[in-house]
């Protein structure tokens, strides 16, 4: 079985411009996350959906982050413009349900570099 | 609010060694769940285990080891005789039970194991 998949790996770009992380949760998960991990914040929750609406978004820093799960096997986690202190590394993860004993499935992660 | 503290940033041992990775918790809910996650160097966070605040007997998985102690609000996690396969960041995390609830993690530990 697939686990969470997320691209790119990697991605550099430069200050101001437009960056897209994409997420594929596990089928048959309905809640989807995505942290943030920088050496200084640890991880920390940017936004949530359960059956792809998004429940929690207090977590996303400011109206440059967005993101979409247009439907159960995919998302999207945009920034627009772009700036250095978003250089991090963007996991996303999946879980059966939404509630607090549910594990969590990670991805990989995107390492991003805004320089 | 939910906070998890792992105080130890960094832990160095040689192979063999047990070692302890502490962590400490605070919530207001009586129903809670702790978990601890591995991040190998390759990046991505799998999970090892999973408790729930009514369950506090100790458990052990080969050479893992965990101790929760609702007393000192404390999930420690042990692993004896280390391996070098062992050397990751190690996070301590909390979800409360009520409803939706979210992962907060701890800043994490650094183990490293060297021959």
């Known amino acids: 079985d697939a686990g969470v998949i997320q691209s790119p790996r990697h991605e550099v770009t430069e200050m101001g411009q437009e960056v897209t992380l994409r997420c594929k949760p596990i089928s048959g998960h309905n809640s989807l996350f995505w942290y943030r991990q920088t050496m200084m914040r640890g991880l920390e929750l940017l936004i949530y959906f359960n059956n792809n609406v998004p429940i929690d978004d207090s977590g996303m820093p400011e109206d440059r982050f967005s993101a979409k799960m247009p439907n159960a096997s995919f998302s999207t986690l945009k920034i627009q413009p772009s700036e250095p202190r978003d250089s991090a590394v963007y996991f996303c993860?999946?879980?059966?349900?939404?509630?607090?004993?549910?594990?969590?499935?990670f991805g990989s992660g995107t390492q991003l570099s805004v320089l | 609010a939910q906070k998890v503290t792992q105080a130890q940033t960094e832990i160095s041992v040689v192979e063999k060694e047990d070692v302890t990775l502490d962590c400490v918790y605070e919530t207001r809910d009586t129903t809670y769940y702790l978990f601890w996650y591995k991040q190998p160097p390759s990046g991505e966070l799998v999970f090892l285990i999973r408790r729930n605040s009514f369950d506090e007997q100790n458990e052990i998985s080969g050479r893992y080891s965990w101790n929760f102690q609702k007393s000192t609000s404390s999930f420690n996690f042990t692993i004896t005789a280390s391996q070098v396969v062992d050397s990751a960041v190690y996070f301590c995390?909390?979800?409360?039970?009520?409803?939706?609830?979210?992962?907060?993690f701890g800043k994490g530990t650094m183990l490293l194991v060297s021959p």
């Open positions: 995390a909390l979800s409360e039970g009520s409803g939706y609830s979210t992962l907060t």
């Open positions: 993860a999946s879980s059966f349900r939404a509630s607090g004993d549910e594990k969590l499935f």
